[in-house]
């Protein structure tokens, strides 16, 4: 995390990853029991991860993608000196329109704080990680790694992507994926 040449957003994170793991694994770690790697797994994951990636960038512009010699290179990161100046601008408007997004959902966020009769303070959550969902009668709880609890009175989901939201145990490798 103290390596040098990366950006502060980059290594903030780093920590907030190495936080995640940490907490996650506390009990695997204390015990010195590390997971047995699972190649077959592993080689799933790579897999889909570079199926996703190729699938990704084939929908950017034609204007890059034409210059692009190999797709499967290029999910490896790999690319000519025109391909980066072509790209360059391009990720830097897609970063602009990013931020600009977050920071519509700040405003929107902090709009609607005010019709709260107590503070939540809900943008110190963006940096955190969700370890779980409790649905108690009709309030939710978001757990999350550094062990706060944010409860949800007479909460409702209105929109998901899957049933089960996360799914993570920190005794069984790869869970959560």
């Given at each position: 995390m103290n390596e040098q040449g990366i950006t502060e957003e980059e290594r903030k994170l780093r920590k907030c990853i190495y936080r995640y793991y940490a907490k996650t694994c506390e009990k695997r770690i204390a015990?010195?029991?590390?997971?047995?790697?699972?190649?077959?797994?592993?080689?799933?994951?790579?897999?889909e991860g570079l199926r996703q990636k190729i699938e990704l960038l084939q929908h950017m512009p034609p204007t890059i993608l034409d210059k692009v010699a190999d797709i499967g290179v290029f999910a490896f990161g790999y690319v000519s000196e025109e391909v980066k100046r072509l790209l360059k601008p391009y990720c830097g408007e897609l970063k602009r329109q990013c931020k600009g997004v977050l920071k519509q959902a700040e405003r929107e966020t902090e709009k609607a704080e005010k019709?709260?009769?107590?503070?939540?303070?809900?943008?110190?959550?963006?940096?955190?990680?969700?370890?779980d969902i409790i649905f108690e009668n009709e309030d939710i709880y978001l757990l999350f790694d550094n062990g706060e609890k944010l409860l949800i009175k007479n909460g409702e989901i209105l929109e998901r992507e899957e049933?089960?939201?996360?799914?993570?145990?920190?005794?069984?490798?790869?869970?959560?994926?």
């Open positions: 015990a010195g029991a590390p997971f047995v790697f699972d190649e077959n797994h592993a080689a799933r994951k790579f897999e019709y709260l009769t107590k503070r939540l303070g809900v943008s110190e959550y963006t940096e955190l990680f969700l370890t049933e089960k939201l996360f799914a993570w145990n920190a005794d069984i490798p790869n869970s959560g994926w």
